[in-house]
């Protein structure tokens, strides 16, 4: 069973940078694309940032474009995603998914998640 860990969240000043990484367990790290969402209280899920297979292709929500950059690393089974230029508005819980070997920014495709964590970003 796959399992997802996420770690690095945490409270950052406005301007300020984060980065999030998670680990993945439990099958080939390599056939999966992996993505991030994130969710803010009372607001659907959105997509963050997404990596296929084999990290030569990242995918990017409006919202982050030129701030956020997503990469992972298959020899240690990990997926990060660096924020810089935080904003208040991007304060949610992040959360990792793992999905089939192609990418896809519908949360609903994602089988596996991990449990999340907290990003706060003061003005």
């Known amino acids: 069973q796959v399992q997802l860990v996420e770690s690095g969240g945490g409270l950052v000043q406005a301007g300020g940078s984060l980065r999030l990484s998670c680990a993945f367990s439990g099958d080939t790290f390599g056939n999966h694309a992996m993505a991030w969402f994130r969710q803010a209280p009372g607001k659907k899920r959105e997509f963050v940032a997404g990596v296929s297979w084999t990290g030569d292709n990242t995918y990017y929500g409006d919202s982050v474009k030129g701030r956020f950059t997503v990469s992972r690393d298959n020899a240690k089974n990990a997926v990060y995603l660096q924020m810089n230029s935080l904003r208040p508005e991007d304060t949610a819980v992040y959360y990792c998914?793992?999905?089939?070997?192609?990418?896809?920014?519908?949360?609903?495709?994602?089988?596996?998640w991990g449990q999340g964590t907290q990003v706060t970003v003061s003005s």
């Open positions: 998914a793992a999905g089939g070997a192609d990418f896809s920014d519908y949360a609903e495709v994602y089988k596996f």
